[in-house]
């Protein structure tokens, strides 16, 4: 009886580990960056942190901005479990006024495989 108890609890253990499921997973320190207000030609360069903290290296396959007047780069070698990585963004701070852009970044994250980034701010008059 109690080889059987012993083989049943080893097929049930061994069926609980195979069924985890091995993927990345991806999860940004903050999903929006707020400028505020930057005179003209300033620092345009921002970043966004990420984590994978998945089982499996974790792909940037594209990160696409809303217009040309953001310019995003993504990391080009996979990103290893529990690793940080980055997402740089530069905006042209040469264009005055309000702004509001979106980045799509798309990976190979199970839950969450297509995440939208977000900034915003002013562009001032020199001065003002």
């Known amino acids: 009886m109690k080889k059987f108890f012993f083989l049943g609890l080893f097929f049930l253990c061994s069926e609980i580990i195979i069924s985890q499921k091995i993927a990345p997973e991806i999860k940004f320190e903050k999903e929006f960056i707020d400028y505020g207000k930057i005179e003209p030609s300033s620092e345009g360069t921002r ?15 594209n990160v696409q901005s809303s217009c040309g007047c ?6 080009e070698d996979p990103i ?31 839950s969450d495989p297509i995440i939208t980034l977000k900034i915003t701010g002013i562009v001032t008059v020199k001065g003002k």
């Open 47 to 61: 970043v966004f942190t990420f984590i994978n903290y998945g089982n499996a290296p974790l792909i940037i396959k």
């Open 70 to 75: 953001t310019i995003p780069k993504k990391p």
């Open 80 to 110: 290893d479990p529990g690793k940080k990585g980055e997402i740089l963004v530069r905006y042209d701070t040469n264009r005055i006024g309000v702004f509001n852009k979106s980045i799509i970044v798309t990976s190979n994250a199970s």
